[in-house]
């Protein structure tokens, strides 16, 4: 088992400065932010948005407190079985660990809209931008996951098990399966969408209300104005296709996943079963979200723009 030879020199702790220990479970989510950030900006000046790098800063900082205030609430309110009504201070004790991607998700989603519309932001566009790069922070919490020992698989014979506790038998390790393919896999996908599109002269439509109309192949957009941005040989897929492919992506590898994942130990399987977890059950809206924005993004056929 050459993996768990890996797993067995791991530390949790990435370094110490004497009583100050920084986990690897906290590089993780810099690592993640910081990557996602990069992807941001870099596929924003691609599509030509204009968009200000202060605005985009600014923009990470709410994604950044949605994730982690949703991800703590989601945590609270789906897996917590009651245990925070009896301690809810304990709600606050980060560092005990607990937090969903779900809640997460919808915590990015309420954080960004409202520092898009601050910024007069195009909150589509911007949805667009980030999912491009989350999978490489979903890749990194996974790994800090697997570092950790938590969230492991059902046991299993095949090669690359883990035995996470000693004494234990080998397990599946279900957080490098995430990792690979809510994370590497995912992005690819995603990045490599990015980068195709229709070509040729495009008609561009405001997502405001606006007419279609043709931009100049030079014209620069400035915050507050509606000019949408330059018309080029290429344009990105329209507002809304990457958040609807990541929505159902994510949904379906996360679901098949959890047929080799333990579920929490405070809910086990759901209604009776054997097989259906919690994990399923929230993944499932993912898929059919992602099903939708994808339709209405095709359907509404907006171009990407930066400011409205």
Not at 49 to 70: E, K, N, P, R
Request: charged content about 10%; aromatic content about 12%; proline content about 5%.
């Amino acid at each position: 088992m050459w993996l768990n030879e890996i797993y067995l020199h791991l530390d949790p702790v990435a370094f110490s400065v004497g009583p100050l220990s920084v986990r690897w479970y906290g590089i993780a989510y810099l690592l993640g932010f910081v990557c996602a950030g990069i992807v941001m900006w870099k596929t924003a000046k691609r599509w030509g948005l204009g968009l200000v790098l202060d605005d985009l800063l600014s923009l990470i900082v709410g994604i950044a407190f949605g994730v982690i205030l949703g991800g703590r609430l989601g945590y609270v309110l789906f897996y917590g079985a009651g245990y925070y009504l009896a301690h809810p201070l304990s709600i606050f004790m980060l560092s005990e660990g607990g937090m969903s991607f779900h809640g997460g998700l919808a915590g990015a989603l309420i954080g960004g809209a409202l520092a898009c519309k601050f910024m007069r932001l195009s909150v589509r566009t911007m949805a667009d931008l980030a999912v491009i790069g989350a999978p490489l922070g979903l890749f990194f919490g996974r790994c800090a996951n697997f570092i950790n020992g938590e969230l492991w698989g059902k046991p299993t014979n095949l090669p690359w098990g883990v035995i996470f506790v000693q004494g234990d038998v080998a397990r599946h390790p279900s957080q490098l399966y995430e990792g690979l393919l809510e994370g590497l896999v995912l992005f690819i996908v995603l990045l490599v969408l990015s980068y195709r599109g229709t070509h040729g002269e495009v008609q561009q439509r405001s997502a405001v209300h606006g007419p279609a109309v043709t931009a100049p192949t030079s014209a620069a957009q400035k915050p507050g104005s509606h000019t949408v941005r330059a018309a080029a040989a290429f344009e990105p897929y329209p507002q809304g296709t990457f958040l609807g492919v990541f929505l159902l992506l994510y949904g379906v590898f996360r679901f098949l996943i959890e047929f080799v994942r333990l579920p929490d130990e405070q809910l086990g399987y759901l209604l009776g079963t054997n097989w259906l977890t919690m994990g399923m059950v929230l993944s499932i809206p993912l898929i059919l979200a992602g099903i939708v924005e994808l339709a209405l993004a095709r359907k509404r056929g907006i171009s990407q723009i930066g400011y409205f």
